[in-house]
């Protein structure tokens, strides 16, 4: 049973920063996909960064480019989202989500199919 806990949200000012972190259980797929997306209220869940569990540098959203750095810990299980830079844009609802075994990864929703409960993100100017 693989469960996705993220943890970290909270309300930051713009222009300052926040850590979600992802602790995932019972995931030990080494050629999976592992990735944060969002979800503002009204629109569309969109994707954030993802990366091969395999290994390989990870993919960010052009939103997000420059401003979010994303990384795997492997020996604890966890996944980051280190978050820079924050705009108003960038408040929603933050979820971890991992795919199957042998998957190509990309922010293709429907390939996650396990995701954590969420955790919300709100930017005050």
């Known amino acids: 049973q693989v469960q996705l806990v993220e943890s970290g949200g909270g309300s930051v000012q713009a222009g300052g920063s926040l850590v979600l972190s992802c602790a995932a259980s019972?995931?030990?797929?080494?050629?999976?996909?592992m990735g944060w997306f969002r979800q503002a209220p009204g629109k569309e869940r969109e994707g954030v960064a993802f990366a091969y569990t395999g290994g390989g540098g990870p993919t960010y959203a052009d939103s997000v480019k420059d401003r979010f750095s994303f990384s795997i810990d492997n020996a604890k299980h966890t996944v980051w989202l280190q978050m820079h830079d924050v705009k108003p844009e960038d408040a929603a609802m933050y979820y971890c989500?991992?795919?199957?075994?042998?998957?190509?990864?990309?922010?293709?929703?429907?390939?996650?199919?396990?995701w954590g409960q969420g955790t919300q993100v709100t930017v005050s100017s």
């Open positions: 019972g995931y030990t797929y080494s050629s999976g996909c």
């Open positions: 989500a991992v795919t199957g075994r042998q998957v190509s990864c990309d922010f293709s929703i429907y390939k996650y199919i396990y």
